[in-house]
Each structure stands twice: as structure tokens, then as C-alpha cells.
């Protein structure tokens, strides 16, 4: 166990609705990753969040969102849903130690859409 | 921009056999590189790690050494077992501009068979 927790595990939802997943950090991990899995597209960065600020973005579409509240946990947006976002999307927390971030994984929510 | 190749899958070995999984890597600077697991149906474990050059990163029998003049990172155990059957991702880490989002390779899915 990593200490990362996400909700859902699962969700299957229709193309056209929005879902919002949610992604608790480790205790005192003040950086949040979210990634997404796909086939096609293997692992890809899409966001990330420091102690509540945007901090890089990747290969995110516009139609995707996140944010990260006072607590510290994330969630992670998905809007206008296509078939093509169906996928595992992790977030990951992270320690930094000797100036090097070591990135801890939630056990990720697969989204299906039909 | 930083990429990771890994050698492609599937590989398929005998219990106690030696485990292989290439890696190599393009990056700036003086990146981190690691190994994440994946078993089925689960999220990324993290397996090992090494943050500078010659360093050897190791767990549970696996080991990697941070190659720099080779820019690689090959995974390595003497002998597999059943439950090492797994995909295995090489990822690296940025070392600057505050965010240190991993990039992946495309995984080597392992099976051992008995």
C-alpha cells in the first residue's frame, strides 16, 4: 500500500457527460501527479499540482481539468467524454529528498467510456 | 525533449531463470531513473531508483545500475520466480524548473512460468 488513495476504482459513463476523480496524497506529500494510461498511448503526464498551485502541465486536452483543494487532495476533471478517453488514470504523490522527487502511485481509476 | 526506451515485450522465462529488461534514456542534465512494477489488475509499484551516475538502485532481488556514459538503466534479477510475472516500466525524472514529472517507457511485460 502506498498510501495514495483513489475513487473511484471503477466508472463507466456515456460519451458526452463529465466524471470528476479524486486522488488523497500520502501524508504530508505536498505534490500531486496525474497520469494517464492508455493502449494506445502507453503512461502519459498530464498535471501537476504543489501545495495547491499549478506546477507543469503535460499532455492534458482542454476538455480536462484539475485542481488541488486547501487539504491537499486533488481531483482530476474529465468533461465532453469520448470513446478515446477511455483509460486508467493515476495520480501519484511525491517526497523529495536530497533534492530528488520520488513519485508514489494511487491504485488508479479505470474509466470506461461507452 | 527526454525519452525512455525499453525493450520490447513479451518476455517469457522459466523459474530461476536471469532476468534482463534493457533500458536506455535521453535526457538533460542529471536525471532520476527508475523502475516501476505493475501487476495484473493493479497500479505502479515503485521497485527501485537511482538518483546519480554509478549508482546502484535494488529491492526484492532486482537490481539497476545508473549507467551514465551508456545513458542506461538495465534491469536485472539472478533468478525469477512465478510471482515476478509483472510489466516493468523504466521512468525518468527531471532535475529542475520545479516539477519533476516521470517519463515512462512503453513497459516489458514478464511472465514466468514454472
Known amino acids: 500500500d502506498s498510501g495514495v488513495t483513489q475513487t473511484p476504482k471503477h466508472l463507466i459513463t456515456a460519451t458526452g457527460q463529465r466524471v470528476t476523480l479524486r486522488c488523497s496524497p500520502r501524508?504530508?506529500?505536498?505534490?500531486v501527479y496525474w497520469y494517464q494510461q492508455s493502449l494506445d498511448q502507453g503512461l502519459q503526464f498530464l498535471i501537476q499540482?504543489?501545495?495547491?498551485?499549478?506546477?507543469a502541465k503535460g499532455n492534458i486536452l482542454e476538455r480536462f481539468s484539475a485542481q488541488q483543494f486547501p487539504d491537499l487532495h486533488s481531483e482530476l476533471n474529465l468533461s465532453s467524454l469520448e470513446l478515446g478517453d477511455s483509460a486508467l488514470y493515476f495520480c501519484?504523490?511525491?517526497?523529495?529528498?536530497?533534492?530528488?522527487?520520488?513519485?508514489?502511485f494511487g491504485p488508479g481509476t479505470r474509466l470506461t467510456v461507452l | 525533449g527526454d525519452s525512455v526506451t525499453q525493450m520490447e515485450g513479451p518476455v517469457t522465462l522459466s523459474e530461476e531463470a536471469f532476468l534482463t529488461i534493457n533500458c536506455t534514456y535521453t535526457?538533460?542534465?542529471?536525471?532520476?531513473l527508475f523502475w516501476y512494477v505493475q501487476y495484473p489488475g493493479e497500479g505502479l509499484q515503485l521497485l527501485l531508483k537511482?538518483?546519480?551516475?554509478?549508482d546502484k538502485g535494488s529491492n526484492k532481488g532486482f537490481e539497476a545500475t545508473y549507467r551514465k556514459e551508456t545513458t542506461s538503466f538495465h534491469l536485472e534479477k539472478g533468478s525469477v520466480q512465478v510471482s515476478d510475472s509483472a510489466v516493468y516500466f523504466c521512468?525518468?525524472?527531471?532535475?529542475?524548473?520545479?516539477?519533476?514529472?516521470?517519463?515512462f517507457g512503453k513497459g516489458t511485460k514478464l511472465s514466468v512460468i514454472p
Open positions: 501519484a504523490s511525491s517526497v523529495r529528498t536530497s533534492g530528488r522527487d520520488t513519485q508514489y
Open positions: 501524508s504530508g506529500d505536498l505534490s
Open positions: 499540482y504543489y501545495n495547491g498551485e499549478e506546477r
Open positions: 535526457a538533460t542534465g542529471y536525471p532520476s
Open positions: 537511482a538518483t546519480k551516475a554509478d
Open positions: 521512468a525518468l525524472s527531471g532535475n529542475g524548473a520545479g516539477s519533476y514529472q516521470l517519463t
